[in-house]
């Protein structure tokens, strides 16, 4: 239902209808910094009522500033094209795995040099040049360049969610960054990393299963295709690949002022 209740700053919600019937709903996240918003609930079945709802939600965004419009959409679903023609475009494949195995009850931990602790404040710059390095260019440029556009990229979970985020370090250096997010019996995990050793990499795919998500129903992990030493990985490690998405991305034209002439004044 959250979908349906819109919330100042928060949420924005449009629908479409014909007098007595509703026949399509769209509903953005504002992203962590207020530079995009994000699609995270789009019901519709129909290639008209489709267009129209991006195009509100579109020009909703171009009214309050907002610069890109993300959209998150099945690999395999019949709107690929509306949303194409709608002005989007496709940047990125993301991968759901989900978790077969038995949590250990063993704790993880890092190797050598390597520590897992709870994310701080202070390290967002670290994680930022994190990002930077461990990233494909062409997804950055979707993403967006400066850390106010890569911020406004992160999508903030919804209210019946719970989310933790962690990092590895190497002699206090951020080379791997963990989000866990929970609802209910559900929890999904997703990891970037620099060019870590196997064993490290292995240590935050522990630490969040074993230990985040430790009593769980349902473990599932996202991972973005690029990602092929943490695919090899959990393909060894009980995981099976269930659904993939692609990740759209719009640019917004913002309305800009034009400049006027004013009276001097002494």
Known sequence: MEHWM???????????SDRSNINGLISVN??????AWHVDYLLVDDEEICTELLDAASTAAAY???RRLFLKLDKMAELLGVVRRSGFVFYSTRHVYIYHGEPESRVASAQG???????RNSDEHMLF????????????IAEGLTREEWRGSQERGSLTQHED???LTDREKVVGWLRVRTAGGTGCFHITHASVNEQALQSLVDYAVNQR????STILCAIDAYQARLKSLLEGSDFELVTEYTNAVKEIAIKVKEPQFAPMRA
Not at 113 to 119: A, D, E, K, T, V
């Open 165 to 167: 985020e962690f990092v």
């Open 6 to 16: 819109p919330a100042r700053g928060k949420r924005h919600t449009w629908i479409s």
């Open 64 to 66: 309050v500033g907002i």
């Open 30 to 35: 504002g992203g962590a910094a207020p530079v």
């Open 213 to 216: 998500l430790a009593g769980k």
């Open 113 to 119: 040099n390597y520590g897992i602790r709870s994310r």
């Open 129 to 140: 040049e994190l990002y930077r390095s461990a990233v494909p260019q062409s997804i950055r």
